[in-house]
């Protein structure tokens, strides 16, 4: 699982509720990153956060909120305010500051979201 | 800004084949690239990178060389397996900003026996 959990691994919900995907990491590593697949599109970045309690907008981040209370943890909500939040999300971590190597990201098995 | 052009799919290949999935890029200075995996209903998986010119990632047969003269980076393999049906995403480190990474469309791969 590349050191990354994501809960569950399918979600169904309806249109107009809030959602909170989970991602988990166990490897201390200080960035995360939340990305958005569409079929037959590549990854696009909603959120990431580099150090606990601070988190910035990536290319997407409308529709989406984020939290990083935690060192392990960084879940996203899909609000009601997402338009089309029907997708496969995808969690990464990143040893970007722990590591001598260079900027390699490791991916969570995802969450595909189903809203009708 | 910095991009990146992956080849279109769907690659259809007999087993033992050779396969090219070419990927080109756009950036400014030295960004570092690589290769990822996605097999059906999963996460990416690192394939392989290569963070200067000239390098060669190599990983589980599969080989990219860094090309800066021409902004490529192809991914190649000798003889495709059947296993080996994924779609193939090609990405660059930008650190522009902020650091992410900027990814290819990808590039379906469906090896038949």
């Known amino acids: 699982d590349g050191g990354i959990t994501q809960s569950p691994k399918y979600l169904f919900r309806k249109e107009g509720q809030n959602v909170t995907l989970s991602c988990e990491q166990n490897?201390?590593?200080?960035?995360m990153y939340w990305y958005r697949q569409d079929p037959g599109q590549g990854l696009r970045l909603i959120y990431y956060?580099?150090?606990?309690?601070?988190?910035q907008k990536g290319d997407i981040a409308e529709g989406y909120s984020v939290s990083r209370e935690k060192k392990e943890s960084f879940p996203l909500t899909v609000t009601s305010a997402q338009k089309n939040p029907t997708a496969f999300y995808l969690c990464a971590r990143d040893p970007l500051f722990r590591t001598g190597r260079t900027y390699e990201q490791y991916f969570g098995p995802g969450t595909r979201l189903t809203v009708t | 800004g910095n991009s990146v052009t992956q080849m279109e799919g769907p690659v259809t290949l007999s087993e033992e084949a050779f396969l090219t999935i070419n990927c080109t890029y756009t950036a400014t200075g030295y960004p570092s690239l690589f290769w990822y995996v996605q097999y059906p209903g999963e996460g990416l998986q690192l394939l392989l990178k290569a963070t200067k010119a000239d390098d060669k990632g190599s990983n589980k047969g599969f080989e990219a060389t860094y090309r800066k003269e021409t902004t490529s980076f192809h991914l190649e393999k000798g003889s495709v397996q059947v296993s080996d049906s994924a779609v193939y995403f090609c990405a660059l480190y930008s650190s522009g900003g902020y650091n992410k990474l900027i990814f290819g469309a990808g590039t379906r791969l469906a090896v038949h026996p």
């Open positions: 490897l201390n590593h200080d960035a």
């Open positions: 956060s580099q150090i606990v309690n601070d988190f």
